[in-house]
């Protein structure tokens, strides 16, 4: 978009690598990120390395917003805490770092007001504090898993080029209402290290959608990532899952996906416990921040009267078929 006095506003996105690397070679004087939460550190330092942009007249700035994730989020450390994200030390003058709050009661004049009473009013715990308190979150002290000690320590900047097997783990919502549940889609990767595995969760595509679109969205992400197969709970549904992605997409590939499927027995707590053992080894990576996925491990505590952890789920089934299967045997179902 250019205005009449020349000056042009570039709208760029830092979500993967293709598009990061087209913002290398121009230069800004101000740079705004939306949902800023959702941006590694690594994204955004390379948007900051544009921001050398010389107009008399101007300071260039680096501007964001963000539903506060946890405290262990670059944006905490650096504008909260006035740290280097990656080292820690105070930055260079801190005065340059400020930060404000606000909230949807103070832009209640312009949403509407059963966004307020059927929607935010709903909200408890974690997801009351981010999205109606707008507060940066601590780790639940009970969950089974800790950002500072089992997630940042190991997090990895890209996905290794020599994975050995890439699964997609779903655990699907089998309807699409205003409360229903996600559909949960991650994906993740091993490869041997020093005779032991070490797993890389890749990403996380989960949605709230309907079972084709859902179904359409593991797919492509199969496709996308050359995967070897999806693993996928047919607890809800059954054969209607396996029905719902080979037919999603209407392509030979879809019909001829590799498909795993679980019968989930135990309970979430005991099928998520050696899973999160190998966090507690450092023997899991996470590829970038994956913060609403995060947010679900770091609150997950076991107990009944908690909200399904959809992403959590799809990662346990992702990460525990990655340990159980070896590349060269076929399954078609575990108990777990």
């Known amino acids: 978009m250019t205005h009449e006095n020349g000056a042009e506003i570039w709208f760029l996105g830092l979500e993967d690598n293709d598009r990061i690397d087209k913002i290398l070679g121009k230069e800004f004087c101000t740079v705004y990120c939306n949902e800023a939460s959702e941006l590694s550190w690594d994204s955004t330092q390379t948007a900051l390395t544009r921001l050398a942009q010389n107009v008399p ?14 405290k262990s989020h670059w944006l905490y450390k650096l504008f909260i805490k006035k740290q280097h994200p990656t080292t820690n030390l105070p930055v260079h003058n801190p005065e340059n770092y400020a930060s404000m709050r606000l909230n949807p009661t103070d832009n209640k004049a312009n949403l509407h007001k059963d966004y307020f009473t059927n929607v935010l009013a709903s909200f408890t715990g974690l997801f009351r504090k981010r999205f109606v308190e707008g507060e940066f979150t601590d780790d639940n002290e009970f969950a089974l898993w800790k950002r ?3 997630i ?4 990895v900047a890209a996905v290794p080029g020599d994975l050995e097997r890439i699964v997609i783990g779903v655990d699907p919502g089998t309807t699409n209402k205003e409360n229903s549940d996600a559909t949960g889609i991650v994906a993740a990767g091993v490869k041997t290290i020093a005779g032991q595995d070490h797993f890389y969760v890749i990403g996380d595509r989960t949605l709230q959608a309907s079972v084709n679109e859902w ?6 992400y199969y496709q996308e990532l050359n995967a070897n197969y ?15 992605l080979r037919n999603s997409t ?6 001829n996906m590799p498909i795993t499927k679980v019968h989930a027995k135990k309970s979430k707590l005991l099928r998520a416990e050696p899973v999160s053992q190998l966090y507690e080894q450092g ?6 921040e994956l913060v609403a996925l995060e947010d679900e491990m770091c609150d997950f505590t076991g107990e009944l009267n908690q909200e399904s952890p959809n992403r959590l789920d799809a990662l346990v089934y992702a990460v525990l078929a990655l340990m159980e299967r070896p590349a060269e045997v076929v399954q078609s179902s575990y108990n777990w």
């Not at 940042?152 to 997090?155: L, N």
């Not at 709970?233 to 029905?243: A, F, I, K, R, S």
């Not at 209407?250 to 019909?255: E, G, I, M, Q």
């Open 57 to 70: 007249g101007l300071r260039n700035r680096f501007i964001c917003d963000c539903n506060p994730p946890s």
């Open 148 to 150: 500072s000690t089992m």
């Open 152 to 155: 940042d320590p190991y997090r």
């Open 215 to 220: 179904a359409a969205t593991v797919v492509n």
């Open 230 to 244: 999806v693993i996928a709970e047919m607890n809800q549904g059954g054969d209607l899952v396996e029905y719902a």
């Open 250 to 255: 209407n392509s030979a590939l879809a019909r």
């Open 283 to 288: 023997r899991v990576h996470h590829v970038g």
